[in-house]
């Protein structure tokens, strides 16, 4: 079975850092969930694609994985930069030559 260990993605909607910061280890799925033809519902026969495991480092998530036998791809994702500016720089007219 292989996982997917990506950096959990900061909530937009929130400020702050504080829980933008730990790794999350998911199951990769195989094959896609099929419709059910009565109600229309989706299903599947296998839970794993539920399954989220969070992990406060990424050695901590590779450990897990390892020690389960589980093969495992790490996904680094770009860090974001911070635009140092003032508050009056949201309001200057931008001068023209």
């Not at 730990?22 to 799925?29: F, I, M, Q, R, S």
């Not at 495991?53 to 495992?72: C, K, M, N, R, V």
Request: glycine share 10%; proline share 5%.
């Amino acid at each position: 079975m292989s996982v997917r260990i990506y950096r959990k993605v900061e909530n937009p909607m929130q400020w702050g850092r504080r829980n933008g910061k730990g790794w999350l280890l998911e199951y990769d799925v195989p094959y896609a969930c099929r419709a059910d033809p009565l109600t229309g519902w989706q299903g599947s026969g296998d839970t794993r694609g539920q399954i989220q495991l969070s992990f406060p480092t990424l050695e901590a998530a590779i450990a897990y994985a390892e020690h389960e036998g589980l093969d495992y791809h790490v996904v680094h994702s770009g860090t974001r930069r911070l635009k140092i500016q003032s508050y009056a720089d949201n309001f200057t007219m931008p001068r023209q030559q």
